[in-house]
């Protein structure tokens, strides 16, 4: 039966139905793969209408692939057979590996007020971080870089930590993709949040930082200058360790980077590198000598010199190592330098060591902070609030409580010191007191008792420093109580100094070998602190003459110049101190000579009868100077002196200073040894005459060759020639300018630089590097050691002495040598032979006069000393300029003056007296030389 419907209706029904079927078909193979695609894909995570921060962790996913195998960024958007994997709810931490990690997830904005938002990752020791944003069409809508391996400027904000602002209009969809690579662990920790809210979050996470860091400098700069005060090598070692663990800080909360090196990559990339060894090295070293284990307990400073072995090589492995392989080797020793450390503090606090209870408390503090962030960059805990900022609260409570125990630790010492100290002066003077009529114990007592006193200036003027620094309530007290103890024990010194000067008796001198330039540093290292403090100038001339070593009683010889040196200090407010050794008398035939030292004051000076009963004991003990003090310390030196075999005086006038000389024969060492610095040369540039002078001769005497300036106009003078130094030597403000240091060093061909600078006074951060100190008053020996470490040591040892360079025109030069001291008169009329000139002496100024106007015509310089009887030199030289001034064709006379005094005031004077340059004695023969020079000018053009 044929169907009721028409045939080509069949067809089209059929075609229809197909159709159909293939539309359905194709739907459910849609869906089938959108499924699969979700399933691979991360889901997407809503922000509410109200929301403003959200942490994208449940939609988060990720892959790892080695380096060369990481796909790009085209890759990923086109392929879809990649792993993609869910990192779970919180946040990501793969620890250290090597892999580059891509990470990935979705967000739909509901919020209707906020389209401008951030994504902060909140740990800055990411290597390279690149963000990408995919719109809902699958196109790149901004790409941003970050990361520590990079530079700073490439970021697309300025915040320490790597942020990156994101457009997300409302009801939209958008993909982030994090590509991610680094040396140090890879931890994610990701928080999108609007600007307004970004902002605030900055704004508090800054002042935090800010009180923090700010809080370690303070400490760290107070420390520093409590080291330069006591100068205890552990502050050094307690301020390194607060500096590196500071600086580490600031790396990792991406502050260093910000700051210090925004734009050194090189930097950037390896400063934990380096950083991570010296957490490992500083600890133990400091550890080692706060807790004194090496005397204290041997056994346990094995141990810790084997972790500072440890931390040692792994510094020296740096260079060499990758940061891949290093840093976690790195990590794990300064665990177990942390678990070592505080092990050894308990067992230390069980001995009952008193230095170990606060310090492991310390120590405590950092541990937990230190374990919990290097078991968290390990991956084994997860990462927190707690993880991350427990390490910055360890690390300064660790930095105040160590502080705080080396306080105490140094004024538990100091005070220990001092009461036994003064317990054992009392006991001795007890002692004495029972056999107080023996004449040969009195002596014994006045003499130790005088020694004693000695000591008591250093520690004396270190506890006054101390006592003016900022402290705690607990600190001054301590402080205090060491103070007081000092001067209880000044006072019992005082009492054996008054109860021996009524008994005296012989003693028995220890004649030793020594070195005079050593007796000279042990004795001005007594006045250092005291001389910067003051504002008192201590300046040391040694005659090139003297020789090196001697036969003497070393501990007399030092008790009398100090002494001499403390009453100079006494009664000197202003102007300068000087401590002068000279040669009086060469050797005789038995390998005698006499040595002449001066302490030079400028201070109130005495008058003839002061000075007529200044070496004689008072037979009224009650009786007291103005400077609170019997004069028994010169009684004793003019004592000891005449044990000695030698002299002791002095030479004053109220108001202008005193000269106490000692005249003292010693046994001269046949076996002299050769200059170090023989064929060496030296600038020197200060704006003080004896320090110049000072310098100049120490050098002479050591076989330099020095030139000197009082400033660097002089030094750079166009007419003098440029040549090579060895070394160059200058006072703070000459070095602190950059631009002075550069023209110095090409006008004298790069020289080794000293830095003259005040003891105890604070360094400028301007200084160039390659830099040695020398604190003044200088040390010889200090001085002597720090320029033989310059370049070419050896040399002075291997080259030949330079021939004598004699002047020009010498034989022919006339000159008048006006002085009244002999031996003054002996030291320059030998220079002068040594120059090849023969002068004419005379003794005082009149008779230099006399010479001028009998033969005006004859003469051409005159070293004419300022102080002198009948005429000094001052009136000489008005006289002969106001005779050249009434005869007109007489030539104009050169004069140089000679005075023991440098301040401005009297160069000042001898200027308006009419002398064309002024020499401060001693004289070396190179200031001679000059002198002479820059008087060879033909008569005719003066």
């Not at 301590?478 to 010194?493: K, N």
């Not at 060093?745 to 590097?769: C, V, Y």
Request: proline share 5%; net charge negative.
């Amino acid at each position: 039966m044929r169907s009721p419907l028409h045939p080509l209706m069949d067809i089209d029904t059929l075609f229809n139905d197909s159709k159909a079927t293939l539309l359905l078909l194709v739907a459910f193979l849609s869906v089938c793969l959108s499924t699969l695609a979700s399933a691979n894909g991360p889901d997407t995570q809503i922000i509410g209408e109200q929301q403003e921060h959200l942490h994208p962790y449940k939609g988060l996913y990720s892959f790892c692939t080695p380096a060369d195998q990481s796909p790009d960024i085209t890759d990923i958007l086109q392929r879809r057979d990649l792993p993609w994997q869910p990192t779970g709810a919180g946040v990501p931490n793969l620890g250290f590996i090597r892999d580059h990690c891509w990470f990935r997830f979705s967000v739909r904005n509901l919020n209707q007020f906020h389209s401008a938002w951030q994504l902060e990752i909140d740990y800055a020791m990411l290597g390279e971080i690149d963000v990408y944003q995919i719109d809902a069409g699958g196109n790149l809508v901004a790409h941003f870089q970050a990361g520590m391996d990079r530079d700073f400027s490439v970021r697309p904000g300025t915040a320490p930590k790597p942020a990156f602002p994101l457009t997300l209009p409302a009801g939209t969809d958008s993909d982030i993709l994090l590509k991610v690579s680094s040396a140090h662990s890879i931890q994610l920790p990701l928080e999108l949040m609007t600007q307004e809210n970004y902002n605030a979050s900055t704004q508090t996470q800054s002042i935090v930082q800010g009180i923090f860091f700010g809080g370690m400098l303070v400490m760290i700069l107070y420390n520093l200058s409590l080291f330069f005060s006591i100068r205890e090598k552990v502050y050094l070692l307690y301020v390194c360790w607060s500096a590196v663990v500071t600086l580490f800080m600031a790396v990792l909360h991406g502050y260093a980077q910000r700051y210090l090196w925004p734009h050194s990559i090189l930097i950037s990339q390896y400063i934990i590198h380096y950083l991570l060894p010296l957490v490992a090295l500083l600890p133990p070293l400091l550890a080692l000598h706060f807790l004194s284990l090496q005397e204290k307990s041997p056994r346990l400073a094995v141990w810790l010199r084997i972790l500072i072995g440890i931390g040692t090589i792994l510094f020296l492995a740096t260079p060499f190592t990758s940061r891949t392989f290093l840093i976690p080797i790195s990590a794990s020793a300064i665990l177990l330098m942390d678990f070592s450390i505080f092990l050894i503090g308990l067992i230390r606090t069980r001995a009952g060591d008193p230095d170990a209870r606060i310090f492991t408390l310390a120590w405590f503090c950092f541990i937990v902070g230190a374990a919990t962030i290097a078991l968290n960059k390990y991956g084994l805990i997860p990462r927190n609030i707690l993880t991350e900022n427990l390490m910055q609260i360890g690390v300064f409570l660790e930095v105040v409580l160590l502080s705080l125990a080396l306080a105490r630790r140094i004024n538990r010492l100091k005070e220990a010191h001092s009461n036994s100290v003064r317990d054992r002066a009392i006991a001795e003077m007890e002692a004495f007191k029972a056999g107080a009529r023996n004449h040969a114990k009195s002596e014994f007592l006045a003499t130790m008792s005088h020694e004693i006193r000695t000591p008591m200036n250093g520690i004396m003027g270190m506890t006054d420093l101390l006592r003016r620094t900022d402290m705690t309530q607990q600190q001054e007290q301590y402080v205090g109580t060491i103070y007081q103890s000092t001067q209880s024990l000044l006072r019992v010194i005082n009492d054996i100094l008054d109860y021996s000067k009524i008994e005296s008796g012989k003693l028995e001198l220890d004649y030793r070998s020594i070195a005079l330039e050593n007796i000279v540093d042990d004795c001005v290292r007594l006045f250092a602190l005291h001389s910067s403090e003051k504002g008192l100038p201590l300046y040391i001339h040694i005659d090139s003459r003297v020789p090196e070593r001697i036969k003497t009683d070393p501990i007399r010889l030092k008790q009398i110049i100090t002494n001499l040196l403390s009453n100079a200090f006494k009664c000197t407010d202003r102007g300068h101190i000087a401590l002068h050794v000279n040669l009086k008398q060469p050797p005789n035939n038995k390998g005698v000579c006499m040595l002449m030292i001066e302490v030079v004051d400028t201070g109130i000076g005495l008058d003839e009868g002061q000075q007529s009963s200044l070496f004689q004991a008072f037979t009224d003990l009650s009786a007291k100077t103005k400077h609170n003090g019997a004069g028994l310390g010169l009684v004793i030196c003019k004592r000891l002196i005449e044990l000695l075999g030698g002299e002791i005086g002095v030479s004053s006038s109220l108001g202008r200073g005193a000269t106490f000389w000692i005249s003292l024969p010693v046994e001269v060492e046949t076996n002299q040894r050769k200059p170090v610095l023989e064929n060496r040369k030296a600038v020197i540039i200060s704006s003080s005459a004896p320090q110049l002078l000072s310098l100049s001769q120490m050098l002479s005497r050591w076989g330099a060759k020095t030139l000197e300036y009082r400033n660097v106009a002089a030094a750079l003078n166009p007419a003098n020639p440029s040549q090579a130094v060895d070394y160059l030597i200058a006072e703070l403000p000459v070095l602190e300018n950059p631009q002075n240091v550069e023209q110095l060093r090409a006008q004298f061909d790069n020289p080794a630089l000293i830095l003259l600078h005040p003891t105890g006074q604070p360094l400028s951060d301007n200084l160039p590097e390659n830099l040695l100190l020398i604190e003044t008053p200088f040390s010889c020996q200090a001085l002597k050691r720090s320029l033989l470490t310059g370049p070419d040591e050896n040399r002075a040892f291997t080259e030949k002495r330079a021939p004598l360079i004699c002047l020009d025109q010498a034989n022919i030069l006339k000159v008048i040598v006006a002085e009244d001291n002999a031996v003054n008169q002996l030291v320059i009329d030998s220079i002068l032979k040594s120059l090849g000139i023969h002068a004419t002496l005379v003794s005082d100024g009149e008779q230099a006069l006399e010479l001028v106007r009998n033969r005006p015509n004859h003469w051409d310089i005159i070293f004419m000393d300022c102080e002198m009887p009948i005429m000094d030199g001052y009136q000489a030289s008005r006289e002969i300029r106001a005779l050249e001034a009434e005869h007109e064709a007489q030539p104009h006379c050169w004069i140089i003056a000679l005075s023991a005094h440098a301040t401005g005031d009297y160069v000042q004077k001898a200027r308006d007296a009419g002398v064309d340059d002024y020499l401060s004695k001693p004289v070396s023969q190179q200031q001679v030389r000059d002198a002479l020079k820059r008087g060879q000018v033909p008569k005719g053009t003066r």
